[in-house]
Nanobody
Framework: QVQLVESGGGLVQAGGSLTLSCEASGRDFSRYVMGWFRQAPGKEREFVATISRSGGFTYYIDLVKGRFTIARDNAKNTVYLQMNSLKPEDTAVYYC?????????????????WGQGTQVTVSS
């Protein structure tokens, strides 16, 4: 079992930056592939980025490539999402998630553990 707690959301102007953090409790954080998802009002939750257990492999949706960076620090049981050049369409609740899947999961059905979410609002 692992519990995930996100932080770092807030209100930012378009073009600005935010860094989200997600701290995991429990042991064996490095066993889990970690991902970030987001859900905008009236829309389904969508995959944003994932990072392998060691941190050596990352994958992003095209909408955020070159703007967002996912990283993890296994010694601190924490995964991060650095978001630059933010756009109003990035406004959403952002969730971190952990997966025991053997691969690079991009579907929310492949993730076993979820945080409570943190709101990111980008004003135009």
């Amino acid at each position: 079992q692992v519990q995930l707690v996100e932080s770092g959301g807030g209100l930012v102007q378009a073009g600005g930056s935010l860094t989200l953090s997600c701290e995991a409790s429990g042991r064996d954080f490095s066993r889990y592939v970690m991902g970030w998802f987001r859900q905008a009002p009236g829309k389904e939750r969508e995959f944003v980025a994932t990072i392998s257990r060691s941190g050596g492999f990352t994958y992003y949706i095209d909408l955020v490539k070159g703007r967002f960076t996912i990283a993890r620090d296994n010694a601190k049981n924490t995964v991060y999402l650095q978001m630059n050049s933010l756009k109003p369409e990035d406004t959403a609740v952002y969730y971190c998630a952990g997966s025991v899947y053997l691969g690079s999961p991009t579907s929310d059905r492949q993730y076993n553990y979820w945080g409570q979410g943190t709101q990111v609002t980008v004003s135009s």
